[in-house]
């Protein structure tokens, strides 16, 4: 005899309350994985915002950009590499050698936020939002700005002194020196086997971040060298040197060793606790902007 006051799980109503779970369980993954997204972002607000300005200021400068006729021509690859005339460049803050020695020394730290070409700000950017999400947990969220705006004002104001040793006018822009900067403190910082992750990851991480660094400075170098090759030896390399874009390369080189140098006093406080790595930071970039304040006035005075 059967309890009235029972209940029985026929096939339907088990089927009914499967069904329920299975949905029950879609909703929670969908939620635990929009959790992890946003969590994502807010992990890294200091690497977002990094390429939120050089998105904004490439919006505001692209109603000068030629590549709005090319859109529009459906010119497909001209559209990414049109480049912007100097006059643009010039009144958005890219660093021209010329203006800077006659006092617009700011132009060192706004050309780090404009680019060229559509081409130029997708790479940069790319770089950038990967080399952040290595940096911003090693260095923090002012640490990772700081690095950013210091090593890509070194590698202007490397570009800037080869330009006024060599007598000639040069014109710069571009987030490259500081992504080089970030590179640099990350091959540093990625050698300190005390950190908590494994050595083996670290490891990994350190090899790809320099074969980024070492690609990148052969790609800027091939332009320069190209012009050495005979007529021949171009059309079997079915290269155009006129063809490609102009890679300052000492920008790179500056802010890739401006990197490695704020690396290594940072490198032993990394696990001493994170008021004493953050007072160690303040410190190191406070000393780095007055030097690079210092050789700025040298350069002023005695060039």
């Known amino acids: 005899m059967s309890d009235p006051n029972s209940s029985s799980l026929t096939p339907s109503s088990t089927g009914q ?30 690497t977002y915002l990094l390429i939120g300005i050089n998105l904004l200021v490439f919006a505001m400068m692209f109603r000068y950009s030629p590549a709005l006729p090319l859109i529009r021509q459906h010119a497909g690859w001209q559209i990414l590499t049109a480049s912007f005339d100097v006059n643009t460049l010039l ?5 021209d050698a010329a203006y800077v020695m006659n006092g617009q020394w700011w132009r060192l730290i706004t050309s780090t936020f404009v680019h060229v070409t559509i081409l130029h700000l997708v790479l940069n950017m790319w770089c950038l939002w990967n ?22 004002t070194a590698g202007m104001m490397l570009s800037l002194t080869l330009s006024v040793a060599q007598q000639q006018d040069s014109l710069v822009a571009g987030a490259s020196g500081a992504i080089f900067g970030l590179a640099g403190i990350l091959i540093v910082l990625l050698s ?16 790809s971040v320099i074969w980024f660094a070492v690609l990148n400075l ?13 007529d021949g ?3 079997r390399l079915h290269l155009d040197p ?24 940072l490198f032993p406080r990394m696990t001493s606790g994170k008021s004493s790595y953050r007072a160690r930071q303040a410190w190191v970039f406070a000393v780095a902007a007055f030097l690079l304040c210092l050789f700025g006035y040298g350069l002023a005075k005695f060039a």
């Open 242 to 265: 006129g063809s490609l874009p102009h890679i300052d390369n000492s920008a790179h080189l500056g802010g890739f060793l401006c990197g490695l140098a704020l690396g290594f006093p």
């Open 233 to 235: 030896q171009l059309a």
């Open 192 to 207: 300190n086997r005390k950190l908590a992750a494994p050595w083996k990851e670290l490891r990994s991480l350190r090899r």
């Open 91 to 95: 009144r958005f803050g890219g660093s």
């Open 17 to 46: 309350l499967l069904s329920v779970e299975a949905e029950r369980a879609a909703r929670e993954s969908t939620r635990r994985r929009n959790d992890d997204r946003h969590s994502s972002l807010l992990d890294y607000p200091a």
């Open 218 to 230: 052969v790609i800027g170098i091939v332009p320069q060298v190209l012009p050495s090759f005979s």
């Open 131 to 152: 080399l952040g999400l290595f940096g911003e947990p090693l260095l923090g969220r002012p640490g990772l700005i700081a690095v950013y705006l210091l090593t890509g």
